[in-house]
Nanobody, 123 residues
């Protein structure tokens, strides 16, 4: 089992930056793929960025490529999403998620979820 707690959301002006954190507890964090999802009002939740369990492979949805960076600090059991050049369309609740250990997929099979953190980008 993995328990996840997000933090770092807030209100920022367009062009600004935020760094989201996802603190994980549980023995399998270091062997789980990690993903950041977001859900805006009236929209489905979608994958924003992901990292394989071995930190070798990353995925970014097209609209955030070059602006967002996913990373993980195994010593701190924490994953991060650095968000730069934020746009109003990035406004959403952001969730971190984890797979079971050694998942071969980083775009699906997420089973463990945090409670979400709100990111609001004003124009």
């Amino acid at each position: 089992q993995v328990q996840l707690v997000e933090s770092g959301g807030g209100v920022v002006q367009a062009g600004g930056s935020l760094r989201l954190s996802c603190a994980a507890s549980g023995r399998t964090f270091s062997s789980s793929a990690m993903g950041w999802f977001r859900q805006a009002p009236g929209r489905e939740r979608g994958l924003v960025a992901a990292m394989s369990w071995d930190d070798i492979t990353t995925y970014y949805t097209g609209s955030v490529k070059g602006r967002f960076t996913i990373s993980r600090d195994g010593a701190k059991n924490t994953a991060y999403l650095q968000m730069n050049s934020l746009k109003p369309e990035d406004t959403a609740v952001y969730y971190c998620a984890a797979t079971r250990p050694y998942s071969s997929s980083i775009t699906s099979r997420y089973e463990f979820w945090g409670q979400g953190t709100q990111v609001t980008v004003s124009s």
